[in-house]
């Protein structure tokens, strides 16, 4: 059974981690990290005794893979680690750059790695449906996607926004970094034909809604996912633990996941 090693084990998606370890079934405990100077390093994570710890290369003989949920700086920083030690990695940390991105796609060459900008079952069946609207539709409908998170989040779009925006891109034949929109405002004059628009919405405590429009003449067409709670992203990242502890180097995703 796979031990997995929870990074940012006492933050919001790592505690959500950790109950689907407990329940899964699928893994076992290994480690718990946290940040260099946390408040809570030394602590015990749950009743296995697992304590939390900030040195990942120290105690990389006690997992197999590393779930992450945290920020780019400190993935980066965790991904040289898992490295080195031929340890194999989930990351679920948004807001990369495009040089960031390169750097774990170098790293996929020595590691396996799953990678998803969303975790949820139900938002990757999403993107099959808006890969094969956005195909059936074509240039006669525009396409806009609306997206609401909590007031913490640091980064915008969501990454499951622009996983959204991909599949729309595909779907039409186009690549999403030619035809993204992703603010207006004044006098912006007419909407192109062909363009991805993107709106982010930020305030209280929402964990996750999403919503594609397909805007024609006369009809529109709207698929949207909502999350109510951060079990669904944590039981597939755990899911991806599980799959990815015994595949060879590589970048996957949950498409690869789910078969």
Known sequence: MPRIAILGATGRMGQAVAASVAASGLVAFGAA??????????????????????????????????????????????????????????????????????????????IPIVMAGNFSLGVNLCLKLLEDAAR????????????AHHRHKVDAPSGT?????????????????DCAVYAREGHTGARRRATIGFQAIRGGDVVG???????????????????????????????????????PAGLYSMRDVLG
Do not use: Y
């Open 161 to 177: 926004a622009l996983m959204m925006g991909e599949a729309v891109a595909r779907g039409i034949g186009r690549k999403l970094a």
């Open 33 to 110: 990290f946290e940040r260099a100077g946390h408040a809570d390093i030394g602590k015990l994570l749950n009743a296995d005794g697992i304590a939390i710890g900030s040195d990942i290369a120290a105690a990389a003989m006690h997992f197999d893979v590393a779930i992450d949920f945290t920020r780019p700086e400190g993935t980066l920083a965790a991904l040289a680690a898992c490295v080195a030690a031929r340890k194999a990695m989930v990351i679920g940390t948004t807001g990369f750059t495009a040089e960031q991105k390169a750097q774990i796609e170098a790293a996929a060459g020595q």
């Open 209 to 247: 809604d999403h919503t594609v429009m397909f805007l024609g003449d006369g009809e529109r067409v709207e698929i949207t996912h909502k999350a109510s709670n951060r079990m669904n992203f944590a039981n597939g990242a755990v899911r991806a633990a599980a799959w990815v502890a015994s595949r």
């Open 136 to 147: 059936a539709l074509g240039d006669d409908f525009d396409v806009e996607i609306v997206e």
